[in-house]
């Protein structure tokens, strides 16, 4: 697609990313006057009628979604012969290539996973799954607003596997299956469920978030390998090492790791926004994340030791009763 090539009223003018999704090129939207991300579907997408149909469908429902953190789609355009994505073009530095650049400190990395769950609680609550998250798909805007991209996409080109089993089944794996170094990024995020090929979730996402919060604050990711077997088998089966977060990583950080990265997705966190408020409250009162676990292992021993003392207290209540009445 060459620079200043005019498709309907947008007129190309730089490429600025290519996946296992199609070419995304910065436009302007000449009848609007603001500049547009336009992505063009891969040919064998385009010319497959079913598949093009469930994605008109799907992108209805994906640019019903408005919110300040979560990157809008415009709509599903058609020009000679090219259908692509008109989509809000953000500006700024992908997650990835900022922590390419060295880690982030504590207080980014809780304002930016804040607004990361922000964005995907307000999907969940419309029953949008994003299926894809990774630091790839995120950006900070040079205000430092974060941007969730390419909300929903993966359902729109790939239909759920259902209980096949299969890997190559997979959502992520599938769309992406074309661009080694993509498969690669994209299965280091997959929840195990994901990864096995089984119907998905919001769950998904919170796995994905939990993964994205601890590259966020150790520069690493947690599951790595040379294959993408490798990474695969890691994320269903490695033991979960948090021994290389920061020495001053708030107890309730870690906690919220524990619980976004349970394998089992009805042991794992059920909601972003509880996630949101703890980190809401955390930004407002910085010790509190200190004290978090300690108040609930206070909390709980309280009522252990209510409960250890409580048959004693009743007892001797039934034995003075007993000698009243005697």
Not at 83 to 100: C, D, K, Q, S, T
Not at 175 to 194: C, D, F, H, N, R
Not at 272 to 295: F, K, N, T
Not at 308 to 316: D, E, H, I, R
């Amino acid at each position: 697609m060459q620079p200043g090539r005019m498709l309907a009223h947008y007129r190309i003018e730089q490429k600025i990313g290519q996946g296992g999704m199609g070419e995304v090129f910065r436009s302007r939207d000449t009848r609007l006057e603001r500049d547009v991300a336009l992505k063009f579907l891969p040919p064998e997408f385009a010319a497959d009628a079913e598949r093009l149909a469930r994605f008109r469908n799907e992108a209805k429902v994906l640019a019903s979604l408005n919110h300040a953190n979560i990157a809008a789609i415009y709509g599903i355009e058609e020009s000679e012969g090219q259908i692509f994505l008109a989509m809000e073009y953000v500006g700024g530095e992908e997650v990835a290539a900022r922590l390419a650049r060295g880690t982030l400190d504590m207080d980014e990395v809780l304002e930016l996973v804040r607004q990361l769950a922000e964005g995907l609680e307000a999907a969940h609550e419309r029953g949008i799954v994003h299926r894809d998250l990774k630091p790839a798909n995120l950006k900070i805007t040079p205000e430092g607003q974060l941007k969730i991209l390419d909300f929903g996409l993966a359902r729109a080109f790939v239909e759920d596997a259902g209980e096949s089993g299969d890997l190559l089944d997979s959502p992520t794996l599938t769309a992406a299956l074309t661009q080694k170094g993509v498969i690669l990024g994209t299965a280091a995020y997959m929840s195990p469920e994901q990864a096995r090929g089984r119907r998905v979730d919001e769950r998904t996402d919170i796995w994905a978030f939990g993964a994205i919060l601890f590259e966020m604050l150790t520069g690493d990711r947690l599951f790595q390998g040379e294959t993408v077997s490798d990474i695969v088998a890691a994320v269903l089966r490695a033991d979960l090492d948090f021994t290389s977060l920061p020495a001053g990583t708030p107890e309730g950080v870690r906690r919220l790791l524990t619980r976004c990265l349970e394998r089992d997705p009805r042991r794992r966190l059920r909601d972003l926004g509880e996630a949101r408020v703890r980190l809401e409250r955390w930004r407002d009162a910085p010790d509190s994340s200190h004290e978090a676990a300690g108040l609930s292992g206070m909390h709980f021993a309280s009522s252990r030791s209510r409960s250890a003392w409580l048959p004693w207290a009743v007892a001797a209540v039934a034995v003075c009763a007993a000698a009243y009445l005697a």
